[in-house]
């Protein structure tokens, strides 16, 4: 039976329900076997696609109470250590679009992006949910049809990875293998977005990509083809070389924003000190392109003045913090710092809900000028050590596209920046690590009200 003829039909979004007791934990262990990334576990060998039951027939429709059929399991990062909060998991109505390479123009006629939601990510699946702060997902409905070589597909913003279930049986519960649910360590498992990667003398934050399982054959100098997606460029004291190869200053990339377009995601290492000479006069490139093209911006330390000599100005981000004190308050106040502090409880980072003790943060960025403007994460007021904004500034988030994130603590420690790549130190993910890993695939999701829980594409 074709599957024009069966018909999709939409699955009833139910909320996630505890699935596996085990939590995840962020001291390092045994992740997935590299030599299994250009292997998709479930390759489909049907040249129709799925093969579905007829949904009249009673072994799909008229199941006992109880005793729907569904599709369990839990999404992990790309290296299989941490359950992720907040993934889309869902069965596709048709074949996926493309994953567009870079950012797009504005709108014509406008000088901003266009707002983006997850609707216009996600384009009509047929069956849509998100994992809960321990990563699970729960598809249950009446009409989901038991059935063979099944599509289902996990993805936040451009990491997405498609598996092909061998067999859903009806009226009983699926549950996907662990190892089958993480998202891509590399494009041959997936899609990702492109990042661009600025090394700096004071913090290793490559270590949180290599933490998180990106493969290494991903890490390239500079941009010389969309086929990988670790562009790595030198800032002040930063690594020179990447697997062999010499890595680019990048000062002369982010002094346009329109030279950092083919970037989904900038991240910026702390150079040790907030020097200017490698900088252009005015500062508006991080505020350019998050603004005018939609980029994703995540900066450590003395990268916060990306925000803040920027033509911003203080009205966004502060400049001069206090210190605070250990262990610092998660602002639980709206939906996604609720969670924060959750998934954080779940993974290992801290065992005091509500707080995390962070490693030598720093004083150079005072938070956020108003609370209209952004959220505050970790800490608060003028001792707020993680803060993040939507933009085009002001604008309702309908319209929004784009988001900074700051952390005012060193990802890898204070003095671990400076290292050529591969970097043998880099290990798993600490507590802090951890920490980040959270705000990093936030930074990937759907620009969105913050004031309200995330939902599923429709």
């Known amino acids: 039976m074709s599957l024009a003829k069966l018909g999709w039909v939409g699955i009833s979004l139910l909320g996630a329900v505890g699935l596996v007791a085990a939590c995840g934990s962020t001291v390092p262990r045994a992740g997935f076997d590299e030599a299994d990334s250009a292997v998709n576990p479930f390759a489909d060998g049907s040249a129709d696609g799925p093969s579905f039951l007829d949904p009249d027939s009673a072994t799909t429709g008229n199941c006992a109470p109880g005793s729907e059929t569904r599709i369990t399991g839990k999404v992990y990062d790309p290296a299989g250590r941490n359950p992720l909060y907040n993934i889309q998991v869902y069965v596709p109505s048709g074949d996926l679009p493309e994953v567009k390479v870079g950012l797009p123009d504005p709108p014509a006629g406008e000088v901003v992006c266009k707002g983006q939601t997850c609707d216009t990510e996600v384009q009509n699946p047929v069956a849509a949910t998100l994992t809960n702060t321990k990563g699970e997902f729960d598809l249950k409905s009446p009409r989901l049809f038991a059935g063979k070589n099944v599509p289902l597909v996990m993805q936040v913003g451009k990491w997405r990875r498609k598996i092909v279930i061998p067999e859903v049986k009806a009226c009983q519960e699926n549950k996907l293998p662990a190892g089958d649910t993480h998202l891509p360590r590399n494009g041959r498992e997936g899609d990702l977005p492109q990042i661009m990667m600025v090394l700096g003398d004071y913090d290793a934050l490559e270590c949180l990509l290599y933490g998180i399982g990106i493969s290494n054959d991903e890490f390239e100098g500079g941009y010389t083809t969309p086929s990988k997606h670790i562009h790595v460029f030198r800032g002040l004291g930063g690594g020179t070389r990447v697997n062999g190869q010499a890595i680019p200053d990048v000062s002369n990339v982010w002094d346009a924003a329109y030279k950092m377009q083919k970037f989904d995601i900038t991240m910026l290492a702390c150079e040790g000190d907030p020097t200017?000479?490698?900088?252009?006069?005015?500062?508006?490139?991080?505020?350019?392109?998050?603004?005018?093209?939609?980029?994703?911006?995540?900066?450590?330390?003395?990268?916060s003045q990306w925000a803040f000599r920027s033509g911003w100005g203080?009205?966004?981000?502060?400049?001069?913090?206090?210190?605070?004190?250990?262990?610092?308050?998660?602002?639980?106040?709206?939906?996604?710092?609720?969670?924060?502090?959750?998934?954080?409880?779940?993974?290992?980072?801290?065992?005091?809900?509500?707080?995390?003790?962070?490693?030598?943060?720093?004083?150079?960025?005072?938070?956020?000028?108003s609370p209209s403007v952004g959220q505050e994460w970790i800490g608060s007021g003028s001792s707020a050590k993680y803060v993040s904004f939507n933009t085009p500034v002001g604008v309702p988030a309908a319209q929004q596209c784009g988001r900074f994130v700051i952390s005012d603590v060193h990802a890898g420690g204070d003095g671990s920046g400076g290292n050529d790549l591969p970097n043998s130190a880099c290990g798993g993910l600490n507590a802090q690590l951890a920490a980040i890993e959270f705000m990093f695939f936030d930074l990937s999701s759907c620009v969105q009200d913050e004031s309200k829980p995330p939902e599923p594409p429709k």
Do not use: C
């Open 276 to 303: 200017l000479s490698n900088k252009p006069a005015a500062m508006n490139t991080m505020r350019d392109y998050t603004t005018v093209f939609g980029g994703r911006v995540f900066a450590t330390h003395y990268h």
């Open 314 to 369: 203080e009205t966004v981000v502060k400049s001069g913090g206090s210190a605070g004190a250990n262990p610092y308050p998660i602002n639980t106040s709206f939906p996604k710092g609720q969670a924060f502090a959750d998934w954080l409880l779940n993974v290992g980072a801290t065992s005091t809900p509500g707080r995390i003790s962070l490693s030598s943060p720093s004083t150079y960025q005072g938070g956020l000028a």
